[in-house]
């Protein structure tokens, strides 16, 4: 059975950090891309980074770059998002998703395969 779980999220003050995790199982780890997309109140699900694990190349929105650091634990099959300098602005249900390799265009959420259930993450201003 396929998995992808997420932990990490919470509430924390603008100018804080954060650190997701993915943890996947029930795939071929190496053979897959993971992105970290996220969802606000009343907006569409927008990529925020991705790695490609087998060549362990990272793509991320302009939104978060230099914020956000994507990394992987292929040893454990987890996925981390180191998200630091944290704005109100990046409130909403972060997802972690799997794909079988990197997807040509890399935020297409329709590329994606496998879906984790969401952590929640609020920054309060």
């Known amino acids: 059975e396929v998995q992808l779980v997420e932990s990490g999220g919470g509430l924390v003050q603008a100018g804080g950090s954060l650190r997701l995790s993915c943890a996947a199982s029930?795939?071929?780890?190496?053979?897959?891309?993971i992105g970290w997309f996220r969802q606000a109140p009343g907006k569409e699900r927008e990529g925020v980074s991705c790695i490609n694990i087998i060549d362990g190349s990272k793509h991320y929105a302009d939104s978060v770059k230099g914020r956000f650091t994507i990394s992987s634990d292929n040893a454990n099959n987890t996925v981390y998002l180191h998200m630091n300098s944290l704005k109100p602005e990046d409130t909403g249900v972060y997802y972690c998703a799997a794909a079988f390799g990197l997807p040509s265009v890399v935020f297409t959420t329709a590329a994606y395969d496998y879906w984790g259930q969401g952590t929640q993450v609020t920054v309060s201003s």
């Open positions: 029930g795939f071929t780890f190496d053979d897959y891309a």
